[in-house]
């Protein structure tokens, strides 16, 4: 009887514990959990940062709603638009809310909740503009539109059309209110909302809603988080909180949302297609990147060669005895090596235009004209540096001596000082020009398509993030490395002692 009663109780023990495991298994174990959540706070009213720094919006407060009818914590993490597909490519982030339209291209690489948004594209044009009356009037025009989005997908089908990607649309809106192009295609909800909040006066929609489009929150693939998202998106439409967030936003009442997308339902179907290698992705993408690189290698000589002539000048004033003389090239010195380059960029590309539409006459500037401008007066900051050092660099007695043989001022810099000083200038200012080439890559910031926009284009077409600006990489490898060795090949020619060192070695 004993043994029998302990074999029982053991049995008992172990069914018990059996089903205590199963239960805790059956449990949901991504309720609780903190996801990382993906947005661009740059497009009012859905994603955008208040006063206070906070992000707020129809997306946010969706998400907020919608983490807390299914059980888990929001940690929003900003990125630009076109880095958000890449980031939950790599699994970064957990999940991405920031007006995300669900299409074809896009669910081949990542998975999408059920729709939470209606919306579409509209055309935005100037209060003015009496030519473009609709979708077909764009034809032959300049389009502004945010890079990776579906309107700049939209504008690739107008014919003879010139495209202006930008990395925001307040970006691309901006740029038609300088009148640097004829329209912006973007969507709808985002361009009325900035139209009738004040923010965007001389703008006018001519033409809505060219597409119907859901909004959708990704995920990467096979996330065990999608679950969870939409369960929460489905107590918050069922409970009337959707309705109250929208009414808070948009003033109106939502319109009806199907359930699932006619789109993510095919997901399957979709991945099953031929995957390129990652080769084939180079590849193909290398005649766009060496376009690119021509792009950059002209932005780069010209804004050294402005750079350098205003440098050289900013130099030798910065030497002069007239105090007030040396105290503003000194200013100019301190200004455009404490800002960051990409401000000045801004500064000079959309706020002169501004400035200017304030003073009641317009002005505009060409792409390369601007950014030659900026980088140019950012380059000469740098250079006149140089271009001081290496002029003290020389001993005084040789300019003691220049003058008592009868040579100016001014002769003995030209035919004594600066001779020698520019070779010894040669390898900070290989260094510059090194420097500058690489930042010519913020200029894709004002839509000029140099080599990391060419590849910024591209990912935005086929999400291989990593082929391509590893390409990209490698293509900047390559002109830095050609650039040194054009360098040191001048500093040797400039040298007599070197150059009579390598004849020697031949």
């Known amino acids: ?48 940062q208040g006063k206070d720094g906070e992000l707020q919006g129809f997306s946010i407060d969706l998400m907020n709603a919608a983490a807390t009818a299914a059980g888990f914590k929001v940690d929003f993490q900003s990125l630009p638009f076109d ?59 300049k389009v502004a539109v945010q890079i990776g989005t579906t309107g700049a997908t939209k504008a690739k089908s107008i014919p003879g059309v010139q495209i202006r990607s930008f990395d925001s649309a307040p970006i691309a809106l901006q740029e038609l209110l300088n009148n640097n192009v004829d329209a912006v295609i973007n969507d709808a909800p985002v361009t009325l909302y900035a139209i ?30 999608l679950r969870l998202i939409n369960q929460g998106l489905t107590t918050v439409l069922q409970t009337g909180t959707y309705q109250q967030i929208y009414q808070k936003w948009f003033k109106s009442n939502p319109p009806e949302l199907p359930e699932k ?74 200004f455009f090596r404490g800002t960051p380059l990409l401000v000045q960029i801004f500064m000079i590309y959309f706020g002169l235009p501004a400035i200017a539409q304030e003073l009641g006459f317009t002005f505009t500037f060409d792409r390369l004209v601007a950014g030659v401008i900026a980088l140019s ?26 003058q ?57 077409e086929n999400y291989r993030s990593f082929e391509i600006y590893a390409a990209v990489a490698v293509v900047y490898l390559c002109l830095t490395l050609l650039s040194s060795q054009a360098f040191s090949r001048l500093e040797v020619w400039m040298n007599p002692v070197k150059r009579s060192q390598v004849a020697s070695h031949r």
Not at 377 to 399: D, F, H, K, T
């Open 404 to 460: 008592s043989l009868g040579l100016s001022a001014v002769e003995t810099m030209i035919y004594v000082i600066f001779p020698q000083a520019f070779r010894r200038m040669i390898p900070p200012l290989g260094n510059e020009f090194i420097s500058l080439l690489k930042d010519t890559s913020l200029v894709a910031v004002i839509g000029f398509e140099e080599l990391f926009r060419k590849g910024q284009l591209i990912v935005a």
């Open 1 to 48: 009887m004993k043994l029998g009663l302990g074999r029982w109780l053991r049995w008992y023990l172990v069914v018990g514990l059996s089903c205590l495991f199963l239960a805790g298994c059956s449990g949901n174990p991504t309720q609780g959990k903190t996801l990382r959540v993906a947005t661009e706070p740059a497009f009012p009213p859905f994603e955008f």
């Open 196 to 225: 009738n909040t004040g923010n965007l006066q001389g703008i006018k929609v001519v033409e809505q809603l060219l597409t119907e489009e859901f909004y959708g929150i990704a995920t990467p693939k096979k996330s065990p988080y």
């Open 83 to 141: 880095g958000i597909i890449p980031a939950l490519q790599a699994k970064t982030v957990d999940a991405a809310i920031s007006s995300i339209t669900i299409t074809q291209e896009r669910a081949k690489t990542i998975s999408f909740s059920r729709p939470y948004f209606k919306a579409g594209l509209a055309i935005a044009i100037g209060a003015d503009n009496q030519d473009i009356t609709g979708f077909d009037s764009l034809k032959n025009k």
């Open 261 to 334: 997308s006619a789109i993510a339902n095919q997901i399957g179907a979709d991945t099953s297609s031929a995957i390129l290698t990652s080769i084939g992705v180079i590849l193909q993408s290398a005649p766009t990147l060496l376009n690119g690189a021509l792009v950059t290698l002209q932005l780069t000589v010209f804004s050294v060669f402005a750079g350098l002539i205003g440098g050289s000048l900013i130099g030798i004033v910065r030497l002069s005895p007239i105090t007030p003389v040396r105290w503003l090239a000194r200013a100019y010195v301190d």
């Open 377 to 402: 007066l950012n380059s000469a900051a740098y250079i006149a540096e140089v271009v001081r050092a290496g002029i003290q660099s020389i001993e005084p007695g040789q300019s003691e001596a220049s």
